[in-house]
């Protein structure tokens, strides 16, 4: 599984890709929009983890511009705001459950995405 | 004073604290009195100045009614005795022209002129004929006055002089009261004769006692010296003189009004007799008279009486009933105010929290992420994997992180929409949540918190963030009232078919039943100076309202308190 992780935090996403590599996910992380979007134009994941604030473009704008580039590409939604209105923007871009709020548990990560893949698998 | 008590009205009492310059504008109590005044003076001043204005006009016109009715009574009267006088001064006129002096000194004649004048006219006791010199030649009647010399008595002048005279009751021989008519006849070339008649008065007092006059009235004739002529009811025998006045001379009827001598106040007609010594005096007790005005005048004024009384009542209702409808409203519109004040108060500090909580998230994470590596690096090297102070110390910081983590999320969840949002709830669960909030205090002050909930509670549909705070106000409520170690029990149970029951029952100081009623007012506070504002329940109130329930209290000073919240299950299909 390869995973794009976008947070304008650079110790929090490169810790935890760090992290997610020692689980054997190959993490790739960007701490803004421009970078995710030239990460994505030279590989392929399988799910990006997107901060709903990062800087210059909002987290909703940079997924649907992945979308446009990765069709395939699941996504989940990464917050320390939490408040209704984000919660429910996100929800209705990407559907129930893909909006955690931080500091998030990284069992609980992986598993979300985990069902994410096995979920689009079921339905191709 | 508990009827009083009972009938104030909620606003009597009110005085608006948060009012200010205003105050005068939400003087309910001065509000009730001017309408009162008002109404009251636009209703009843007319009614009154009507009723008075009735009274003078039926009292005058009754009494003019009595007048006139005297009046024509005492006119009617006096031509009745005129008249009798006048026909038989006719009749003996008429015999005086109709026989020669030597016809009437023939005794059988004069007997038979008599009895014709007994049959015909009646009344007629004796007749006398008179010569020139005064003496009676011939007499028909009781008596032998054959001879009497009359030309000395002062009548007698009188009829030479007049050629009539009428003359006074007076007692004969016989102590019967009688009068005596006699005229005089001019026989040519200077010689004359006269005619005395004696009149009965029996005939007399027959015509004057009146059936009208009956029931307090009296009638009778006097005399000008005021001696009575005929029986009176109530001033005498005849020739008793009469105790009042005698009445000033006057052509016509006249009325006056005289207190007699037990103060009775009587209406008196009088009438002089033409071409007779005799007064006609009429009297009526004016109480007697005024009867059926009084009767009249209590109708009167019971009618007024009453409809003042029920003028008043529907004022006093009315005025209070609508000035009770502004004072609710006015509660109402204060409720409102203050929710909204305290509304916009809890988003600014929902924001606020929300603010912090993002900031603090974002390198919460971080360490979360560092704590969490450090710990992944050391579970790969078996040497610190088997460090277990190590192990706990990395685990120490995660779960505190855990912890930050939870507080953050809780005060983001303050941050809520202003609309109600209704969503499905565990009750039991959301009481929960809320002690959790605040179990530290409960912590501290060594509370026994329990919670109850009822197998048959089903989840309701309501909005989560409201209930919420209405818990947390009514237990922080409960806290605040509540000595260290004291207990507080959550009741949850079914309320009726459509409803779920929420019970804070608290074992603190109570509540004295004089402010029981006033607890959910805006500003009501007895923490004022504490730290209470006075708003915390009123808000709980429209709070609950909003959900559609309703909120009761019921205390009991020393023993605690129990604020009950009923909720119906669906807040949907409430509205």
Known sequence: ?124 | MAPWKKLKPEFWDYVDAAAGPFSHLFNFRRIWQLAVLLAVGVAVVPLVVITAIDYQVTQKSIESEIALRTSRLVSNTRRAVSFFLEERRSALDFIVRDNTFADLNDPERLQAILRNLKNAFGGFTDLGVIDPLGYQRTYAGPYRLEGVDYSLQAWYKEVLERGIHISDVFLGFRQVPHLIIAVKHEVGSGTHFVLRATLDTERFNHLISHPEIAGGGDAFLINREGKLQTPSLSHGKVLDTLSLPIPAYSKNTELIEEEDSQDNLNVVGYAYIENAPFILMIMKNKKELMKPWSKTRLYLMGFLAASITIILVVILGVATYLVNKIYLADQKRLTMLHQVEYSNKMATIGRLAAGVAHEINNPLAVINEKAGLIKDLFSMREECARDEKLMNTINGILSSVERCAKITRRLLSFMRNTGVIAEGINVKETIQEVLVFLGKEAEYRSFHLSIQADEGVPPITSDRGRLQEILLNVINNSFAAMQDGGHLEVTVKRFKEHGVSVTVKDDGCGIPKADLERVFEPFFSTRTGKGGTGLGLSITSGLVQELGGEIRVDSEVGKGTSFTILLPINIEKKE
């Open chain 1, 1 to 124: 599984m390869k995973v794009l992780l976008v947070d304008d935090e650079h110790e929090l996403v490169s810790t935890l890709a760090e992290r997610l590599s020692l689980r054997g996910i190959q993490a790739d992380w960007a701490i803004n929009g421009e970078d995710a979007m030239s990460l994505a134009e030279k590989n392929t994941y399988e799910v990006a983890v997107l901060d709903v604030k990062i800087p210059r473009i909002s987290g909703l704008e940079l997924k649907r511009r992945l979308h446009a580039k990765l069709p395939a590409m699941k996504f989940i939604f990464m917050t320390g705001h939490g408040s209704e209105d984000d919660y429910r923007s996100c929800s209705a871009e990407t559907g129930e459950g893909c909006y955690l709020v931080k500091p998030v548990n990284i069992e609980d990560l992986i598993q979300k995405m985990n069902e994410l893949i096995k979920a689009s698998e079921v339905r191709p």
